[in-house]
């Protein structure tokens, strides 16, 4: 994915002032940002869900994006979304899907309507239906909100995985003490990411700061 010189305002309001940067197939990046810094709104832009007022956004294969809000339709069962998205992707099956229910332990919710669930279930379940088609850029806006500790862990296995099978991830946060999982860091502040800084980085952290 590449991202060049993306600005956005509402009205008045620049809340975007020149976002750059650059994601590589196999990485594994963050952004972090105070609350108000603009973090959803750059993920809103990239996942093609507003225009930017200018800037380029590219990217190769596949998007899937899992906004902080699921967006999930509470009259209706894990397995029935499932489905939805299934024939909304064009999938063959729902292999993927059933693999990260098992993975991340709410398998045994597949019947169960959404306005049953749990905050952290929801959440699986919005993680999974932005998994479930395999894509080759995923962007995530807080996408552990309301898991556990052990499906934390497992949600960056997950990660980890994908990252090691070519896909690109990007998982947007306001807290920056999970970043050792990272490759690559970018903070956006006033509305622009840092310059990147590629030296100096002791083992377990971050390759790169941006």
Request: charged content about 25%; glycine content about 10%; overall charge neutral.
């Amino acid at each position: 994915m590449r991202v060049h010189d993306v600005h956005k305002a509402y009205r008045t309001r620049r809340v975007l002032r020149g976002v750059s940067l650059s994601l590589e197939p196999g990485t594994l990046a963050g952004i972090v940002g105070e609350n108000g810094s603009g973090k959803s709104t750059l993920l809103r832009v990239l996942s093609g869900q507003i225009s930017a007022d200018a800037g380029e956004v590219a990217y190769r294969g596949s998007l899937g994006y899992c906004p902080q809000e699921a967006v999930l339709n509470d009259a209706l069962t894990v397995d029935q979304h499932v489905r939805w998205f299934r024939t909304a992707y064009r999938l063959d099956g729902t292999g993927r899907a059933d693999e990260l229910l098992e993975e991340l332990h709410f398998a045994e919710y597949r019947h169960t309507r959404v306005e049953q669930l749990s905050g952290g279930t929801r959440q699986k379940l919005n993680l999974t239906l932005a998994l479930m088609h395999d894509p080759h850029v995923l962007l995530l806006d807080e996408p552990y909100q309301g898991f556990d500790w052990d499906t934390y862990l497992r949600f960056w296995d997950v990660s980890t995985r994908l990252r090691d099978r070519g896909r690109c991830v990007l998982v947007v946060s306001h807290l920056a003490w999970d970043t050792g999982h990272l490759d690559v860091l970018h903070r956006l502040q006033d509305g622009v990411t840092t310059t990147p800084s590629e030296e100096g980085h002791p083992a377990g952290t971050p390759r790169a700061v941006r």
